[in-house]
């Protein structure tokens, strides 16, 4: 009993502990209660003026600031999205695959900023993320590409390209023409080279479209390696070696062979200190020269993704670029250019009908000149009739004006218009003036009345008249008689 009353007066003075230390946690977190609150009423608030237009709510797990970890897990919020930018607010991301040297696939979802999505997975990737990457990025082995640095000046990248691989040829196995070459400028006229044989390319290219993957940029794993100016690295992989000495210097070899590699390295001026990465399980002989660290790691795949960025090196160059991103856009300007093609065909039949309307508005009034000209001048040679009627009209108009007022064609016409309008038997068919003179076109009944108008205008003071020309038509005579002054 006593025994009991004892256990009973611990656990009241543990309760009465538990209550007071309590009431100091309370009273310490008041205060910052107090600050939460009021920065949830200004989140909140950011929340609601973001609301007050038309819009649709997105779940999404978010967290106001100064929350811990462990409670923004538990808590989300509303955030809101305008309906002028309908779906998922994403940047894109890209796929990165590694195809290892016995045609093994691996891959992994990478974001934009260079941050793993996934982890990488054995197989090729499903359709929906091949369809849903932004970016398709294949590792080869690097044991099939051989990386190079020459020196080489051209004025633009045309002129580089053609030039490298008789740059490197003496350092080549195989002919030059079977060989694809993938440049990368550097300062100072250094070019990087990546060599890889054209039927090795065309076979992975084949692997990789018989599961449905189209990259759109392919470097060997070693470019994938970190390379810093002290200090290269080494990654240890199933009994394999893939060391990045220099920017663009590699070795790929077995785990027995490196260290003699690395030994002939090291003799050729290759001092830079070593990084390993172990992803194996084999133990790493004895090395020549300085070990910087070493690191055991457990993703190869992710660990060669989070150096790529800044390599913009593409061995998909040349007569291997891929094409199949550009085909949409390929689509969009070829119906582009067949709409403006249909605009300036319509502009130009627009142009067509309007040049022909106008020509038929000039032949028009061509004809209609032509016809006042005959009606004004009937007696029109037939060199004048084929000439343009504004050059004849011309002509003949400055043949009317020439002399002056008083002595020349204005004086002789009105000395003989008496003559002409008295007549009722003659008809004036046409008249010239021309080096004083002025030459009448009449039509007669007859020769006598042709030569009576003569001699009337023959007994015009200071006129002499005659008949130029008398030729007989139906019960008429076409004559010409010519008027000029008298000659004292």
């Keep these: 009993m006593q025994g009991r009353q004892i256990q009973h007066r611990h656990r009241s003075q543990r309760a009465d502990s538990h209550q007071h230390q309590a009431a100091k946690v309370g009273n310490g977190r008041q205060g910052h209660g107090q600050d939460r609150m009021r920065e949830a009423k200004v989140w909140q608030r950011g929340i609601l003026s973001c609301a007050s237009r038309p819009s649709r709510v997105v779940r999404q797990s978010s967290v106001p600031p100064r929350h811990g970890a462990r409670k923004a897990a538990a808590r989300s ?17 890209r796929l990165i695959i590694r195809l290892d040297a016995q045609g093994g696939l691996h891959w992994l979802r990478q974001s934009e900023d260079g941050r793993a999505l996934s982890p990488s997975q054995r197989g090729a990737p499903a359709a929906q993320a091949l369809a849903a990457a932004g970016e398709v990025l294949v590792l ?17 990248h045309s002129q580089l390209q053609k030039a490298v691989p008789f740059a490197v040829e003496d350092q080549l196995l ?7 070459f993938a440049i990368q400028a550097g ?11 054209k039927s090795r390319l065309r076979e992975w290219l084949g692997k990789l479209a018989a599961s449905g993957i189209r990259p ?10 970190p390379i810093a100016p002290e200090t290269g690295s080494v990654m240890l992989e199933q009994g394999r070696v893939l060391a990045r000495l220099e920017p663009w210097s590699a070795i790929s070899c077995s785990l027995v062979q490196f260290p003699d590699w690395l030994t002939q390295a090291r003799a050729a001026g290759v001092g830079r200190a070593l990084e390993v990465h172990d992803f194996g399980t084999d133990p790493l002989p004895a090395l020549c020269g300085p070990i910087l660290a070493t690191h055991r790691r457990q993703d190869a795949l992710a660990f060669l993704a989070n150096n790529l960025r800044g390599n913009g090196i593409n ?3 040349g007569e291997f670029a891929a094409s199949h991103r550009s085909g949409r856009a390929v689509r969009w300007w070829r119906r582009a250019g067949v709409l403006a093609a249909a605009m300036i065909l319509l502009v130009l039949l627009q142009r067509g009908l309007e040049i022909r309307s106008l020509q038929q508005q000039v032949d028009r009034a061509d004809a209609n000149m032509r016809e006042r000209l005959g009606r004004t001048f009937p007696d029109l040679g037939a060199a004048e ?3 343009a009627p504004q050059d004849v009209m011309r002509q003949r108009l ?3 004006r020439g002399g002056g007022e008083d002595s020349g064609f204005l004086a002789m016409l009105g000395n003989v218009a008496p003559v002409i309008g008295r007549t009722t038997r003659s008809q004036l068919r046409g008249l010239e003036y021309r080096n004083d003179t002025l030459e009448l076109g009449l039509r007669s009944p007859d020769v006598a009345t042709l030569d009576g108008l003569r001699e009337q205008f023959s007994a015009i003071p200071g006129l002499d008249a005659e008949v130029t020309a008398s030729i007989p038509v139906e019960n008429a005579v076409d004559g010409r008689i010519r008027i000029s002054k008298e000659v004292k």
């Design 174 to 180: 195989g002919a030059v023409e079977e060989q694809h």
């Design 398 to 400: 400055d043949g009317l």
């Design 385 to 387: 009739r084929v000439r």
């Design 315 to 317: 061995l998909l160059s």
């Design 77 to 93: 919020t509303h955030l809101v999205q305008s309906r002028r930018f309908p779906g998922p607010i994403c940047m894109p991301d």
């Design 216 to 225: 759109d940029r392919m470097l060997p794993d070693s470019l994938a390696m």
């Design 140 to 156: 080869v082995p690097a044991a099939e590409v051989l990386l190079l640095e020459t020196q080489v000046t051209a004025r633009n």
């Design 187 to 197: 300062p100072g006229g250094r070019v990087g080279v990546a060599v890889v044989a």
